[in-house]
């Protein structure tokens, strides 16, 4: 007979998130492992991903890892197709062009558009129809908190994690009748390997005071949500974008 926590395991579920390598991407893995699920890592590079496979095959998980940039659609396709059943995808990749809008040319919005949105919409056309044969399935794509929160010089980023949420609500409303859930994670200021240098700096630590919690999240917490939005506890949760930002969005100034 299976208890309440029973339902937030992922026991015999396979789980891809992209780029996770290292920072958010590596702790919903580590998370999704923990709870029971395979974890097929993803990044551009098998040296990166190498050691991460023996952390995870040295605490006893099930794990294996595929490399592709997200921009080359033919790589993804076969990488996908030699994955297996895949039953959760969280889309975590995402590039940033810090330059001010009128410094950003129409090539280079369209193309991180292109890495950071539009190949969120070719991952989950792979890995839907398998998710519709067996009735079930779990799609999470990571935004930001700037998807409403809009900051100076990263207009192209912005209207790319924005998008996301907007996806994650239309396929929420076409697929919800399948058994997928679909629902967005927005996490806030998180202390990352990418944002450490930034956290003891002046700005850092106006970022700091802005939240409510008065702190940086460390990554790994990141990870519950993650995890509740996989798991069959969250099968009714569905269109909905997650905030993990210690209280930030819910505030006008701190």
Known sequence: MSTFPDRFRLDGRTALITGSGR????????????????????GRSHERLAPRLGELAAAGHAADAFCFDMADR???????????????LVHNVGERDRRPFAEIEPEAFARLIDVDLTAAHALVRLVVPGMIERGWGRLILVTSIVGNLAVPGASSYIAAKGGLSALARALAAELGATGITSNALSPGFFATETNAPMIATP????????????????????????VFLASPAAAYVNGHTLTVDGGVSATYLA
């Not at 920072?23 to 993803?42: C, R, Y």
């Not at 850092?204 to 990870?223: N, Q, V």
């Open 23 to 42: 920072g958010l991407g590596w702790e919903i893995a580590k998370g999704l492992a923990e709870a029971g699920a395979k974890v097929l890592l993803h």
């Open 74 to 88: 033919a790589a993804m396709q076969v990488e996908v197709s030699r994955a297996g059943p895949i039953d959760i």
């Open 203 to 226: 700005a850092g630590e106006r970022l700091s005071e802005r939240c409510p919690a008065k702190r940086w999240a460390e990554p790994w917490e990141i990870a519950g949500a993650a």
